[in-house]
């Protein structure tokens, strides 16, 4: 099967992409600034922006590059029949993180041919290989080497996200446009986008700016579709809380309200394969939201009686978290953690990161009593945990013993 790439897939340095429907983003050369600019009048292109709204603009460091427009994407053709795909042929991308493996595991328990997209690193992700999925070596900071990936593959499950040393814009931005473009060149039937839920209400903060104009990227690409926004994964909690709780280890948190609907990722990963099967689904926004919300010392509280011992907290205000963001702004080499601690600040923030369940339980056709509580997936986490640990000092005495 022959396809026509767009003449130019986005590569660094050259970046300017029309939204034909409601948005536009206007980037300038050289890697100087990427500018989101909010416009409300009524003509056909309106600005983007990452703006505060006190100002209306703001510029995220460096420039985004893309070159192909919409209808660049669009034009892509099928020039030659060839062998159909199967439907249950997928790429993770992301594969080895949090929600990527479970992704993974799910798909190949449900029967898919799973291929992952990873990157070249010094250890191999064998366990990937080991639960019987195929591994390919790509980067999406290199956008030349996403199309051989996408050979054979009906659907893409994008769940990457950038590293923390890295600028957020380089796979966030940068590396889901030229995805998004090359799934649109290659004929890729269905793509799925995992995205930050109530990420089009905060255009100051970079991430979550960057997450929503990737969602209107892929509306307006024309690929069939389907948007999940997420508040949160119940398996963060593990090396946030309960590890260092154990190991008597210092508690971060702060004196914020913020509550946060924690999912677990395999709940995640049997609804997002319930929404695939589901044509209905095609094109639409869901909320993934846990059973409840919770707050930081709600969560730690939870922690301490399971585990049974104190918690040993240290809180950041987060007047200090604002102040640090503001002083990192100043400097060029820090920009990037000004960026993320925007992040941080809206989860400090007391709001509520949490979505009513019931319509998308009852277009899933999911009971809410399959869906895992915070309080069950943590008491079975201790529960094993503390098992091993008395299991390790039975041992340990019986060898102090026999020695």
């Known amino acids: 099967m022959a396809w026509r790439l767009p003449t130019q897939i986005a590569t660094p340095g050259k970046l300017h992409h029309n939204y034909r429907h409601h ?32 100002t209306g603009k703001c510029n995220l460091r460096p420039t985004v590059t893309c070159n192909a427009s919409a209808a660049e994407v669009a034009g892509a ?16 991308v992301g594969a080895t993180g949090t929600l990527g493996r479970q992704i993974v595991r799910r798909a190949l328990d449900e029967g898919y041919e799973v291929r992952c997209l990873v990157r070249p690193r010094p250890a191999p ?4 290989r080991d639960w019987g999925a195929t591994v390919v070596n790509a980067d999406l900071s290199k956008p030349e080497s996403i199309p051989a990936t996408l050979v054979g593959i009906h659907t893409v499950i994008d769940c990457a996200t950038g590293r923390p040393e890295e600028p957020i814009k380089t796979v966030d931005w940068e590396g889901k446009v030229a995805l998004i473009q090359c799934a649109k060149a290659m004929g890729i039937q269905k793509y799925v986008l995992y995205s930050i839920h109530n990420c ?6 970079p991430l979550m700016e960057i997450k929503y104009c990737t969602e209107k990227f892929l509306q307006d690409s024309g690929l069939t579709h389907i948007v999940i926004r997420l508040c949160g994964f119940m398996q963060g909690l593990i090396g946030q809380y309960a590890v260092p709780i154990l190991e008597e280890k210092s508690v971060w948190g702060t004196d914020a309200l913020t509550r946060i609907a924690y999912m677990d990722t395999q709940d995640i990963a049997r609804l997002t394969f319930i929404a695939l099967r589901n044509e209905n689904i095609n094109g639409k926004l869901l909320t993934f939201s846990g059973p409840r919300a919770w707050t930081t010392q709600e969560v730690i509280t939870l922690c301490e009686r399971l ?43 007391d709001i ?17 009593k399959d869906i895992v509580t915070l309080e069950k997936y943590l008491q079975d986490y201790f529960t094993n945990i503390l098992k091993k640990l008395k299991d390790l000092k039975a041992q340990s005495k019986q060898t102090d013993f026999y020695i």
């Not at 053709?77 to 993770?92: D, E, F, K, Y």
């Not at 992700?125 to 990937?128: I, K, R, S």
């Not at 949490?354 to 339980?361: D, F, H, N, Q, R």
């Open 23 to 54: 948005h536009q983003i206007a980037v300038s050369p050289n890697n100087a600034s990427l500018s989101w600019r909010r416009n409300l009048s009524q003509q056909p292109l309106i600005s983007l922006s990452a703006s505060f709204p006190s």
């Open 307 to 349: 585990a049974g011992q104190d918690a040993n907290v240290t809180t950041v205000p987060v007047s200090i978290l604002r102040f640090t963001r503001q002083l990192t702004q100043f400097f060029e080499w820090t920009n990037d953690v000004a960026d993320r601690l925007a992040f941080s600040e809206v989860l400090t923030s």
């Open 125 to 128: 992700a064998d366990f990937l």
């Open 352 to 368: 509520v990161f949490s979505a009513p369940m019931t319509e998308t339980y009852k277009l899933l056709g999911v009971d809410t």
């Open 200 to 205: 089009d209400k905060h255009p100051e903060v």
């Open 77 to 92: 053709v099928n020039l030659a029949p060839g062998t159909p795909v199967r439907p249950t042929s997928i790429l993770v």
